[in-house]
């Protein structure tokens, strides 16, 4: 059997040092070695399209790839994409989605899988309109506060008029010595009904030992992005997340038989239990056995992965479901229950040309 060469693209990330490793780890166990032959291609922080493109470059003209595939962020896409498409070589790429979805309907044979976390801000917002939590504050720190997320809730909060914020706390890039207490008078002054908090890595952290201190999600709710909860600072941080409400598309917990088979057979395979972009390369896995057995086309057979349906719209993107989780402290360990699937108005969420902005989510710090 001739083994079928794919390229991949990897980029660093200082904030989640084993994301390339989960990715591949997900990637390998849909992809095995007895089939395909992994063409693997360093991009730096992805923040370089020109680093990119010469990456693209080397896996198509010396590798003779069949397929690239990989984990992009925002920076210089359009002019990436537009390099692939010229090549006129299949590109299933995923992203954090810390940006509005790019609409690729007009790109032959490229398509993106992602983590959605725009997607989850505007469904967010549309929940908590549905509760009556009409007065949102934000707290997020420098780094997160550039990207897309805030846009995303203020366009659901404010669609009709039916909330507002009441300020956004950002915690500087050399927090003062008394952070928590300036949070705490901030919340009092503002009177949020709910406070939306969005850090990742090192300022997840921060954002713990300030909740730690001035206790402000015991009097008011507390919602987050799955980053800013995730199981490094829970285990660092005992009972401080009780009762936190967490948007996201993705737990080890979520309940359907693909994701339990998923987590199972992960674990059993690699000794420790996936991460979200475990999921990522895993589905990637998914849709490219899918691709290139079907005569190289993502056809409408319906492939279900950890996270749902795999099946590209119009855009070609994956609208995958959002749910609402609570973070419980029982047992002395947390515990993740899901609440419901959030709503969210997936076909209206998408730009035509691409927007640089900050630099790429979780890649640069």
């Given at each position: 059997m001739n083994k079928k060469k794919i390229g991949v693209l990897l980029p660093q990330s200082k904030v989640h040092p084993t994301m390339v490793k989960d990715f591949i780890d997900g990637l390998k166990m849909v992809m095995p070695s007895s089939h395909y032959i992994f063409c693997i291609e360093g991009i730096g922080l992805g923040n370089n399209a020109e680093t990119v493109i010469n990456a693209i470059q080397k896996l198509i003209y010396q590798e003779d790839v069949v397929l690239i595939t990989g984990l992009l962020g925002h920076r210089g896409l359009g002019e990436i994409l537009d390099y692939v498409e010229g090549a006129e070589l299949p590109f299933?790429?995923?992203?954090?989605?810390?940006?509005?979805?790019?609409?690729?309907?007009?790109?032959?044979?490229?398509?993106?899988?992602?983590?959605?976390?725009?997607?989850?801000?505007?469904?967010?917002?549309?929940?908590?309109?549905?509760?009556?939590?009409?007065?949102?504050?934000?707290?997020?720190?420098y780094y997160e506060s550039g990207y897309g997320f805030t846009q995303a809730l203020h366009n659901t909060?404010?669609?009709?008029?039916?909330?507002?914020?009441?300020?956004?706390?950002?915690?500087?890039?050399?927090?003062?010595?008394?952070?928590?207490?300036?949070?705490?008078?901030?919340?009092?002054?503002?009177?949020?009904?709910?406070?939306?908090?969005?850090?990742?890595?090192?300022?997840?952290?921060?954002?713990?030992?300030?909740?730690?201190?001035?206790?402000?999600?015991?009097?008011?709710?507390?919602?987050?992005?799955?980053?800013?909860?995730?199981?490094?600072?829970?285990?660092?941080?005992?009972?401080?997340?009780?009762?936190?409400?967490?948007?996201?598309?993705?737990?080890?917990?979520?309940?359907?038989k693909e994701n339990e088979f998923f987590v199972k057979l992960y674990n059993e395979k690699y000794n420790k239990i996936p991460s979200v972009f475990s999921v990522l390369g895993f589905e990637n896995g998914l849709l490219i056995n899918n691709y290139l057995n079907h005569e190289n086309s993502f056809s409408k057979e319906k492939i279900t992965g950890p996270r749902g349906v795999l099946l590209f719209d119009s855009t070609h993107?994956?609208?995958?479901?959002?749910?609402?989780?609570?973070?419980?402290?029982?047992?002395?360990?947390?515990?993740?229950?899901?609440?419901?699937?959030?709503?969210?108005?997936?076909?209206?969420?998408t730009i035509t040309s691409e927007e640089n902005g900050w630099h790429n989510a979780y890649l640069c710090v």
């Amino acid at each position: 059997m001739n083994k079928k060469k794919i390229g991949v693209l990897l980029p660093q990330s200082k904030v989640h040092p084993t994301m390339v490793k989960d990715f591949i780890d997900g990637l390998k166990m849909v992809m095995p070695s007895s089939h395909y032959i992994f063409c693997i291609e360093g991009i730096g922080l992805g923040n370089n399209a020109e680093t990119v493109i010469n990456a693209i470059q080397k896996l198509i003209y010396q590798e003779d790839v069949v397929l690239i595939t990989g984990l992009l962020g925002h920076r210089g896409l359009g002019e990436i994409l537009d390099y692939v498409e010229g090549a006129e070589l299949p590109f299933l790429y995923a992203d954090f989605g810390a940006t509005m979805p790019l609409d690729l309907s007009k790109r032959k044979n490229i398509f993106c899988n992602s983590l959605d976390l725009y997607q989850a801000c505007n469904a967010l917002g549309r929940h908590l309109i549905s509760r009556g939590l009409s007065r949102i504050m934000t707290s997020t720190c420098y780094y997160e506060s550039g990207y897309g997320f805030t846009q995303a809730l203020h366009n659901t909060l404010y669609e009709n008029n039916k909330a507002e914020f009441t300020g956004h706390f950002i915690t500087p890039l050399h927090p003062r010595e008394n952070e928590a207490e300036l949070m705490k008078q901030f919340v009092l002054e503002t009177k949020p009904d709910a406070i939306f908090a969005f850090y990742n890595g090192i300022y997840a952290k921060e954002h713990a030992e300030y909740l730690q201190q001035n206790k402000i999600n015991k009097t008011t709710a507390l919602y987050t992005l799955p980053f800013t909860v995730d199981d490094k600072i829970l285990n660092e941080f005992p009972e401080v997340f009780n009762t936190t409400k967490c948007v996201s598309s993705w737990f080890k917990e979520l309940e359907t038989k693909e994701n339990e088979f998923f987590v199972k057979l992960y674990n059993e395979k690699y000794n420790k239990i996936p991460s979200v972009f475990s999921v990522l390369g895993f589905e990637n896995g998914l849709l490219i056995n899918n691709y290139l057995n079907h005569e190289n086309s993502f056809s409408k057979e319906k492939i279900t992965g950890p996270r749902g349906v795999l099946l590209f719209d119009s855009t070609h993107r994956i609208s995958h479901k959002q749910y609402l989780w609570e973070l419980s402290w029982e047992n002395n360990s947390y515990k993740h229950n899901c609440l419901e699937i959030l709503n969210s108005n997936f076909k209206n969420l998408t730009i035509t040309s691409e927007e640089n902005g900050w630099h790429n989510a979780y890649l640069c710090v």
